[in-house]
């Protein structure tokens, strides 16, 4: 797949926010054009959240902390039939997002996610690694899909993701999404895309510490059983 092809189709992105003034115009300057950019803003004190309304962006206020809690803001502050997700700290180009909405309003996929591909040494932290790595391992046991990476940049469709019923509000949440989509019967694809030196530091797996924590946040969602309202179901609205 071609994802810097660009595709007529509208979507909403959503950027969880944390202090990321330094990123934020490389990242909004990148958004599709014609979509509509919603930076989640959980709880910064650097003006990240004035100097998104001032790029154009929509700013909704998450006062939890967590990054599954300003995900799943920003998913309800969605409207657009198609819904992205990309960090708000430049490692990542919400440009691609185009070929992923792409392969959804093709019919081909009904989640796109990017695999992480470090452009140079030091990009990718080796403790954020190997906990990926360890976490994408048991996530292939649990759900049989072929993934390597369970990267932030990805798309499907907002009333599907709705569906899903996501409860976690942590650093499980990209990876209950996925789960959950497996147990859907989901059409899930992975795709390559370049990995960028993230402005600041990461809110999650900056430290060994946050990467634990990460970690076992993500363990819990593959212990649990399937949800009995999502077993079985595949997406709607292909």
């Not at 039939?81 to 909405?101: I, K, M, R, W």
């Not at 140079?120 to 391992?137: D, I, M, T």
């Not at 993500?218 to 059983?225: D, I, Q, W």
């Amino acid at each position: 797949m071609d994802v810097t092809a660009l595709t007529a189709t509208t979507a909403d992105v959503v950027l969880p926010c944390l202090d990321e003034a330094r990123a934020l115009p490389w990242v909004l300057e990148r958004i599709p054009r014609g979509w509509r950019a919603i930076v989640v803003d959980n709880g910064s004190t650097d003006g990240s959240a004035e100097l998104a309304a001032r790029l154009g962006a929509t700013v909704v206020h998450e006062p939890r902390r967590g990054f599954g809690a300003a995900c799943h803001a920003g998913l309800l502050a969605a409207e657009a039939d198609y819904v992205c997700f990309c960090d708000c700290d430049a490692s990542l180009d919400p440009g691609l997002l185009a070929g992923f909405v792409g392969r959804l309003a093709q019919n081909r996929a009904d989640l796109v996610l990017g695999r992480r591909r470090p452009g140079r040494s030091g990009v990718w932290p080796a403790h954020a690694r190997v906990g990926n790595l360890a976490l994408a391992r048991m996530t292939r046991t649990r759900t049989g899909l072929p993934l390597h990476d369970l990267g932030p940049l990805r798309a499907a469709r907002r009333q599907a993701l709705l569906g899903l019923g996501l409860n976690d509000r942590r650093s499980g949440y990209p990876l209950e999404m996925v789960v959950k989509a497996a147990d859907a019967g989901w059409r899930v694809e992975e795709h390559d895309v370049p990995y960028l030196p993230r402005q600041g530091k990461s809110k999650v797996t900056g430290t060994w510490r946050g990467t634990w924590h990460a970690v076992r946040d993500m363990r819990g969602v593959l212990a649990a059983p399937p949800a009995p309202e999502t077993a079985g179901r595949k997406a709607d609205a292909r």
